[in-house]
């Protein structure tokens, strides 16, 4: 009876679209779970993230889980995701991710997974980084230890969504940093964003990461915005 009136009183919506769950769906509805715009990027050796690499960072292995549309199922669940709290949303997506990932054989060489990070001032703001479940998830499902610490964002900045390709590179190239020591050598990293828009920002951590000696560095998207 309990159970019943919570249910009445705040009905589970699903983050996708916003339209009212069933009994037997969680946090995406059947017809979001079947509408998910996969990108497949993971079978391509030249896919869209990694022809945003190409020539500029040198990258082992790229892709994007998910395309990313206006106004979209992804873009809702990103938002959700990323300024609603719904850290359920990463998790879900990162052990689905990680079965067809755990098929590449880059990712059977990565030795750490390595989260974008957000400044403690934003940290602060939001209260958690967005990009943690995700993961979380991958760790877990395809045990590789999860290192948030070794990459720092060491200038605050507001947001760059409305800034142009140039100046988004600009700002970005500024603000990452790392803090290793000899041990981190040698290392294969697998760097982890939500969304990949320019790619300035993963390209400066890219960077950062690739100052440890004989480091080499790949790249997962939760999702790829599509211009």
């Not at 760790?139 to 200038?155: A, G, H, M, Q, T």
């Amino acid at each position: 009876m309990l159970k019943y009136l919570i249910n009445l009183l705040f009905p589970k919506l699903c983050l996708g679209c916003n339209s009212l769950l069933l009994h037997n769906e969680t946090i995406i509805c059947s017809e979001c779970n079947h509408n998910l715009p996969y990108t497949k990027h993971h079978f391509l050796e030249r896919n869209d993230t990694t022809i945003k690499f190409y020539g500029i960072v040198p990258i082992e292995f790229s892709a994007s889980m998910l395309y990313f549309h206006h106004k979209g199922i992804v873009q809702n669940l990103i938002h959700n995701l990323k300024y609603k709290n719904h850290q359920e949303i990463g998790t879900l997506l990162g052990k689905r991710y990680a079965k067809d990932l755990e098929a590449v054989n880059q990712i059977k060489t990565i030795t750490e997974i390595i989260p974008v990070p957000l400044h403690k001032k934003r940290l602060e703001e939001r209260g958690y980084n967005q990009v943690i479940t995700f993961c979380e998830a991958l760790s877990e499902e395809l045990k590789i230890p999860l290192n948030d610490s070794l990459l720092y964002r060491s200038r605050y900045s507001k947001t760059q969504t409305k800034k142009d390709k140039e100046s988004r590179k600009d700002v970005s190239n500024a603000l990452f940093d790392i803090n290793f020591t000899e041990a981190d050598s040698n290392k294969h990293f697998l760097l982890i964003d939500d969304v990949l828009t320019s790619g300035a920002t993963l390209e400066a951590c890219a960077k950062a990461l690739l100052k440890i000696p004989n480091s080499k560095v790949s790249i997962i998207t939760i999702a790829y915005t599509l211009s």
